[in-house]
């Protein structure tokens, strides 16, 4: 058995969700470098952006290749009083917008100022800032509402971007019409379109990056992690992260639920997909893609049926009551699930919070050696994505040697190995052993009655 302190220390790594294969690919082992702990450049409206590179160090020079733009749409959609929600401009112009108008601008966002939305169009994702201006006009009904967006193969791109399309929504508000910075963008960074018959895309683009090479490292990852994203998820669901963790593992489909602004919950959806990561070659192949699908609403009922594993965000109560569209439904902190195979997994163990008191730690150990030594080498977020990946790791570790040892029986000792707890814990592994198919047997009893 491969003890946790004998392997070989965890780099964080940058995957990339190659939308042409169906799932993400390696791109590179990150070097440790020195990084502020200071968020340098925000999201959109100021909030934290979980998926956006350090502008100090770029991607050609971390990883010895340039990213190509592969922008394959740009388009403005706008409220309108008679017709609802519906793509005012965009470009191409016979580019397949359907449901996007309703994707870019949450429902209920007309109750709040601002946001931004990160979403998926087939199989592109889209990034649209949405404002809310008051105006006197009697035919706007007091205020006008426009969201800018663009479509692309990769959401790791879409950060270059967040600030542009604020900008140009603030301009779309008080100059409506005027599309020309639009334009004059899309010339600069679009992508050629498949051939597919009035502009319908319905292949896949062709991905820039290197090929897959263990398609379960899940999801698509950023190059750094600025300050601000997964400490705010661990402040907000607190233990309860514990939970989520074993839902992703077990790659049910998630939905969260929280009524508008939407950019922070997308941002949430992002952090979820993180407590999967795996990075032992050849785990999880054929275990379904733990895919992040962002902002959805009732336009999105159709795709989601057809999906088996996935997360995603919603701002439509409606969907609580869609049960046969997901496994745990996420209403603020509370997790739940409808499906009684699944209750034992709602009840936190005394391994559970020892996990979490032991990532609280880690957490607490670092901000202190940041803030008394100075040193900048390392940040919560990868502290974050590196804590559950190891414990990700150590369980697919001992499972595979457990599967191909002589006696492939799984006992206490081996569970106690894996980090987790050999009665509460029983359930989730169980369905683990039958999801990924690992031929070993578990033969710890339940415990005995009073």
Request: aromatic share 10%.
């Amino acid at each position: 058995m491969v003890e946790q302190s004998d392997r070989a220390p965890l780099t964080a790594l940058a995957i990339g969700w190659n939308t042409s294969s169906g799932g993400p690919v390696s791109v590179a082992t990150i070097p440790s470098v020195n990084r502020s702990p200071h968020l340098d450049h925000p999201g959109p409206w100021g909030v934290p952006s979980p998926i956006h590179a350090d502008s100090r160090i770029s991607l050609k020079e971390r990883l010895g290749w340039e990213e190509k733009d592969q922008i394959v749409a740009v388009f403005v959609v706008t409220f309108d009083t008679r017709s609802g929600n519906m793509v005012e401009w965009c470009l191409p112009q016979d580019v397949n917008l359907d449901g996007v108008e309703f994707k870019s601008m949450a429902s209920g966002s007309h109750r709040i100022a601002k946001d931004f939305i990160y979403f998926r169009k087939g199989c592109y994702f889209g990034l649209a800032c949405f404002a809310n201006m008051p105006v006197e006009s009697e035919l706007e009904r007091g205020a006008r509402m426009k969201s800018v967006g663009i479509l692309s193969p990769s959401y790791t791109l879409l950060y270059r971007y967040m600030h542009f399309l604020e900008n140009q929504v603030r301009h779309q508000l008080q100059c409506p019409g005027s599309y020309s910075p639009l334009e004059a963008f899309y010339e600069d960074k679009k992508a050629v379109l498949p051939p597919a018959g009035n502009g319908l895309v319905t292949a896949c683009p062709t991905s820039a990056w290197v090929p897959a090479i263990n398609r379960c490292m899940h999801p698509e990852m950023k190059i750094t992690h600025p300050a601000g994203c997964m400490s705010q998820f661990i402040h907000f669901f607190g233990e309860q992260i514990m939970v989520l963790w074993k839902f992703a593992l077990l790659r049910k489909r998630i939905l969260i639920f929280s009524p508008p602004p939407v950019g922070v919950v997308c941002y949430r959806v992002y952090c979820c997909c993180s407590l999967a990561n795996i990075s032992i070659p050849g785990i999880g192949v054929s275990v379904p893609e733990f895919r992040p699908f962002f902002y959805i609403n009732v336009a999105d009922i159709a795709a989601l049926a057809t999906e088996m594993s996935y997360v995603a965000c919603t701002t439509e109560k409606i969907f609580e009551e869609k049960k046969e569209l997901y496994d745990v439904y996420v209403d603020n902190q509370n997790v739940k699930t409808h499906r009684d195979s699944l209750q034992p997994l709602l009840r936190l163990n005394g391994v559970d919070r020892e996990k979490y008191r032991k990532l609280s730690e880690q957490r607490q150990l670092l901000l202190y050696t940041q803030e008394v030594d100075g040193d900048c080498t390392s940040n919560e977020e990868d502290l974050f994505i590196l804590f559950f990946m190891e414990q990700n790791n150590r369980i697919f570790q001992t499972l595979s040697e457990v599967a191909a040892s002589a006696d492939p029986t799984l006992t206490a000792e081996h569970v106690r190995a894996m980090g987790l707890d050999p009665q509460a814990d029983r359930t989730f592994l169980v369905d683990l052993l039958e999801l990924y198919g690992i031929d070993a047997m578990l033969v710890i009893d339940n415990p005995c009655c009073p």
